[in-house]
C-alpha cells in the first residue's frame, strides 16, 4: 500500500459538460459523467490505486454542477495521475429499472485508465459501503507522446492476412523467453517472429480494461477458472491494467501505444477485437461497479415486462443498450479514441448484431450506430469488421451496409472445413474460393467484405480440428456440456494426442490443406496465433477460462514443428507475389492476353466441375494472370483415393509445381524460381492433398 500523501484540499469551479470524462487541462482537471436520472453525485478523489479512502470528497450541486444531464466540475491545481471514482445517487425502484446505490464506488465510463489493486467483486454485489475494495479510474494526459512520426498503416483489406492473438497467452509461457511475459511490452519481443511469418495485422483479443476477477470455478486439478479472453468489459477507453508492467503508475496508455508503434514499424497493423454488446456487470444478481450504478435504465436493455431483469442478447447476462444516444456516443467516442490517440487500424466488433438493436430490441436495418461508425469521418480508413451474429439468434452475414464493413464468413469456415474432412459438395467450396458472392455480392459488398477463417479464438485450434472428433472441456469443470458439439473436424484415424505415425502424416497433409485453401480464396484470410505450428488445446473448444498451458502459445513447438512453419510462411508469400488471389473484386469471365478467363472450374476432367454430382470430392481451377503475372491452376482431391487431373495447355506456357500438400518437406512447397516442372499429360493428385501449378513462358529447345 502506498505510504500516506500530503493532505492537499483542492479548489473547485463549475466545470464544463464536454468533454466527458476526465480531462487535463490547463489550470487542472475537468470531470463530467452524464446521468440521466441521478439527483447527485459526489467525486472521489485517490493519492494512488491502492488508496482505501479518498483524500477528498467533492459534492456536485444539482444547481451549479449539471448541465440538462451531465454533471461536472472542474478541479483547479488537480493533475494528471490522481485516482478518481464516484458515488451517485437516484432512485432506488428496482422494478422501474433503477439502481441506484450511493454506498457504490463507481468507474466513469469514459476512464482513460482503470486500476483493480483492491477490488473485489463480490463487494459490489451486496448493498453495502464497498470503498475499499472498489476499482479506481486514472486522470491520464494523452498529450506528450513521442509518435516518432508513426500513424495508422491504412493497408488495404486485399493485401492482409490477419493473425488473432491473445496479448497474454501470445508470451505467457515460460517457453517464451520474454523479459516481459504476458504484456503489451512482451508483444514487442516476438515482433521478429511475426515478419518472418509474414503476417500483415495482429486482430488482439479484447485489451479494453475486463474483470479477471470473477472466478468461474475451478478446473480438476482445483486451479480456479477466470475470464481469460477478456470477453468480460469494465471500461471502453481504458487498456487492460494486467496486459502492462508498471500500471500502478498510470502506464497503460503508453505501454499500448509502445506496442503500437513498434507494431508499425515492422509494417503491422494493430486490429482490436471490441465488446460492445455487454458488460462485466452481468446479469440482475452481478456486481455494480459503473454503468448500471450510474444509469441502469441508459445503459442496458431491460426486459418490458419486469424492469428488474435484463434482456440478453449477449449470452453474458446483459445487453448494452447501443443505440440509446448517449451509449450511442460512448462507443463511437471510444472508437475515436483509439484511432487518434492510439494509432488503431481497426476494430472486430465482438457478437455485433447487437450494434443492430433497436429500442424493442429487434434488428434495424438501419441502426443508428451502424451507420455512425460506417459515416465517420475520423473512422473513414479504419477497418470495421463485424461478427455477425449474437446469441439472441440473428445472423446476418452479408447484411452490414455497404462496402464499409467485413465480416466474419462463418460459412468459409464451414464449408471449407466439411470438404477437408471428407464430405461431398464442391459447388460450395467453389463459392468459398471466388469470395462468398452469393452471400455479399447481393448487397454490391465484396470479396473483401468477407474474413475467411478456419479457425478462431472460439473452437479448435486446427491442430484440434485434425485431431479430435470429440470436444474434451473437462478441465473447464462443466461436465463438458459446454462448447458447440458439432465441430467439423477428423481425428484422421485416432482420438488425441500423440498419434501413430502414419496418422501424423495425415494430420500435418490435412493441416497443409487447410492453409492452402484459406490463401488461395479472394477474401480476406484470418488465422489464430499457434495453428501455425500445430498449438493444441487438448481438445477444448471453448478454452475461455483457462489462464493456463491450455491456451498460452508453447514457444517450443516453433522448433518442433518448424518444417509446418515453413509451409505457412511460403504460402502466405505466395499470396503476396500472385496478385489474383488478392484481388478485391468477383470475377466476371474477363480474359488476358492468352485467352484465360479469370477463372475456369473443373473436375478431374477440364472444363467438368462436379457443382452437380452429388457425391464429388474433386475441383479444379484456373486462374488467369494479368498484367505480366503468371497463371495459375491448382487441383483439389479429398477424396481418399489418388486421382489423376488433367492439366490445361496454354499456349508458349509451360506449368511448374509450386504446391502439392502431399510430398513431404521441403517439397510440399517450392521457394521462388525453385519450382520443378509439371507434366502436361496429366497430374496423379494423391488423396487428400492439394496441388498448385504455376506457369511462365515456355523455355525454348536447345539445339542438339
Not at 494512488?48 to 456536485?60: G, K, N, R, T, Y
Not at 451474429?389 to 464449408?415: C, H, K, L, T, Y
Request: contains cysteine.
Amino acid at each position: 500500500m502506498a505510504a500516506p500523501a500530503p493532505v492537499i484540499r483542492y479548489t473547485t469551479d463549475f466545470g464544463s459538460p464536454r468533454p466527458l470524462g476526465a480531462t487535463p487541462v490547463a489550470g487542472g482537471v475537468n470531470f463530467s459523467l452524464f446521468s440521466r436520472h441521478a439527483t447527485g453525485v459526489e467525486l472521489l478523489l485517490f493519492h494512488a490505486h491502492d488508496s482505501p479512502e479518498p483524500f477528498q470528497v467533492i459534492h456536485l450541486s444539482a444547481g451549479e454542477n449539471r448541465t440538462r444531464y451531465c454533471w461536472h466540475v472542474f478541479v483547479c491545481g488537480l493533475q494528471p495521475g490522481v485516482h478518481y471514482a464516484y458515488r451517485v445517487s437516484g432512485p432506488g425502484e428496482i422494478a422501474h429499472g433503477h439502481r441506484f446505490n450511493r454506498d457504490k464506488v463507481l468507474i466513469d465510463p469514459y476512464a482513460r485508465g482503470i486500476t483493480k489493486a483492491l477490488w473485489r467483486r463480490d463487494f459490489a454485489i451486496d448493498a453495502s459501503n464497498n470503498v475499499r475494495a472498489s476499482m479506481r479510474g486514472v486522470v491520464v494526459d494523452a498529450a506528450g507522446y513521442d509518435w516518432e512520426g508513426d500513424k495508422p498503416l491504412g493497408r488495404g483489406l486485399r493485401d492482409t492476412v490477419i493473425y488473432e492473438m491473445h496479448v497474454r497467452g501470445f508470451t505467457q509461457s515460460p517457453s517464451s523467453g520474454a523479459t516481459h511475459p504476458g504484456t503489451f511490452p512482451g508483444v514487442i519481443e516476438k515482433i521478429p517472429y511475426l515478419q518472418e511469418l509474414g503476417i500483415t495485422a495482429v486482430e488482439l483479443l479484447p485489451i479494453f480494461e475486463f474483470d479477471r476477477t470473477d472466478v468461474l470455478g475451478h478446473d480438476l486439478a482445483g486451479r480456479p477458472l477466470v475470464n481469460y479472453w477478456g470477453f468480460s468489459p469494465i471500461g471502453f477507453f481504458a487498456p487492460e491494467s494486467t496486459y502492462c508492467v508498471d500500471a500502478a503508475h498510470g502506464s497503460q496508455l503508453r505501454e499500448f501505444r509502445d506496442m503500437v508503434k513498434a507494431l508499425h514499424k515492422a509494417g503491422i497493423e494493430v486490429i482490436l477485437d471490441v465488446v460492445f454488446n455487454h458488460t462485466a456487470e452481468g446479469n440482475d444478481c452481478g456486481p455494480v461497479f459503473s454503468f448500471r450504478g450510474i444509469d441502469n435504465r441508459v445503459y442496458y436493455f431491460l426486459t418490458p415486462w419486469d424492469l428488474r431483469y435484463y434482456l440478453n442478447f449477449s449470452g453474458c447476462g446483459n445487453t448494452f443498450n447501443c443505440n440509446y444516444p448517449l451509449a450511442q456516443k460512448l462507443i463511437v467516442d471510444s472508437l475515436r479514441y483509439w484511432v487518434r490517440e492510439a494509432h488503431v487500424d481497426g476494430f472486430r466488433f465482438d457478437a455485433a448484431s447487437v450494434l443492430t438493436r433497436g429500442r424493442s430490441g429487434r434488428p434495424n436495418p438501419h441502426s443508428p450506430v451502424v451507420w455512425e461508425i460506417d459515416l465517420s469521418d475520423d473512422l473513414e480508413n479504419t477497418k470495421v469488421i463485424a461478427e455477425p451474429w449474437d446469441a439472441g439468434g440473428v445472423m446476418q452475414i452479408g447484411s452490414f451496409p455497404g462496402q464499409r464493413w467485413s465480416e466474419w464468413n462463418a460459412r468459409f469456415r464451414d464449408d471449407i472445413r466439411r470438404y477437408v474432412q471428407g464430405e461431398p459438395g464442391v459447388g460450395d467450396v467453389a463459392c468459398r474460393l471466388a469470395g462468398s458472392a452469393d452471400l455479399f455480392q447481393r448487397g454490391s459488398e465484396l470479396p473483401v467484405n468477407s474474413i475467411n477463417f478456419v479457425t478462431s479464438h472460439d473452437g479448435f485450434t486446427l491442430n484440434d480440428l485434425v485431431s479430435y472428433n470429440q470436444k474434451s472441456n473437462w478441465a473447464n469443470g462443466e461436465n463438458n456440456h459446454d462448447g458447440v458439439n458439432d465441430n467439423l473436424s477428423w481425428n484422421c484415424g485416432c482420438e488425441g494426442d500423440p498419434a501413430l505415425p502414419w496418422v501424423e502424416e495425415i494430420r500435418e497433409r490435412q493441416i497443409r490443406n487447410f492453409a492452402a485453401l484459406l490463401l488461395l480464396s479472394r477474401g480476406v484470410p484470418m488465422f489464430v496465433a499457434g495453428d501455425e505450428v500445430r498449438r493444441t488445446q487438448q481438445g477444448n473448444n471453448n478454452a475461455y477460462c483457462q489462464d493456463n498451458e491450455i491456451s498460452w502459445f508453447d514457444w517450443k513447438l516453433v522448433d518442433e514443428n518448424k518444417d509446418l512453419f515453413r509451409f505457412w510462411k511460403l504460402m502466405i508469400e505466395f499470396r503476396k507475389r500472385h496478385a489474383t488471389l488478392q484481388q478485391g473484386r468477383f470475377f466476371t469471365g474477363a480474359t488476358n492476353e492468352r485467352g484465360v478467363k479469370d477463372v475456369t472450374w473443373h473436375g478431374t476432367n477440364l472444363g467438368c466441375p462436379g457443382f452437380a454430382v452429388h457425391d464429388a470430392h474433386a475441383l479444379g481451377m484456373t486462374l488467369a494472370g494479368f498484367k505480366g503475372d503468371p497463371d495459375l491452376h491448382v487441383m483439389m482431391n479429398m477424396w481418399s483415393e489418388d486421382l489423376r487431373f488433367e492439366v490445361p495447355v496454354i499456349q508458349g506456357r509451360q506449368w511448374y509445381r509450386a504446391v502439392d500438400t502431399a510430398l513431404p518437406p521441403p517439397d510440399d512447397i517450392a521457394q521462388p524460381g525453385s519450382e520443378p516442372e509439371a507434366p502436361a499429360d496429366g497430374y496423379i493428385v494423391r488423396a487428400r492433398s492439394i496441388v498448385v501449378l504455376v506457369n511462365e513462358r515456355a523455355k525454348p529447345l536447345r539445339a542438339e
